[in-house]
């Protein structure tokens, strides 16, 4: 299966996971993206929208970041918006609508002290743990594979603010490809 499609099933899970509601107690990415459709309880939803952003819009992200994301990460991000939705195992920050992926960045760089700690130890912040789990979860860019891929890990948030320290706490998948796969087979 080429990206493109392992992308599509990759998003077709979103639902699977996450309620995907859309109201006043949701972030405003939600509320972006809300449609007609309504839940059981009649609360509007959110989906995620199929774009095609140019990869030149990810050279703003790229310039507060010192490495690329995994290729198939990049593709993804200029193929869709999406508010944040919890997988299960890990949520996925929101990359909300718009013309550029500076709302991806600034959900990167949200909070400071996190952004601080964690770039310059080789950690690239792309999601939270599950539910109200909020150590960062991280691409290593340390253990970066040919093609660009990086093992994917969970990082103890307490550690960071009240320790000043970096500490793993989980590797949730060799790669980026590989966390894809898994979200898939856990849908099924």
Known sequence: MNDEELLERYVATFPVFDEMVADEFSPPTALQLAV??????????????????????????????????????????????????????????????????????????????????LIPAGFIQFGKGPDLDYDPVCFDIKTRKQGGDCRIVKIDHEEILCNN??????????SFHQLILQTIERAN
């Open 165 to 174: 320290r970096i500490k793993v706490v989980a590797e949730l998948a060799p």
């Open 36 to 117: 007609e459709d309504t839940d059981l309880y009649d609360r509007k939803l959110w989906k995620p929208v199929r774009v095609e952003t140019p990869v030149s819009q990810l050279d703003e992200v790229y310039a507060e970041l010192p490495t690329r994301f995994p290729r198939i990460f990049e593709r993804m991000l200029c193929s869709y918006r999406w508010a944040e939705v919890d997988l299960g195992t890990y949520r996925l920050l929101a990359n909300p609508p718009g013309p550029t992926l500076g709302g991806l960045l600034r959900q990167m760089s949200q909070a400071p002290a996190l952004w601080e700690a």
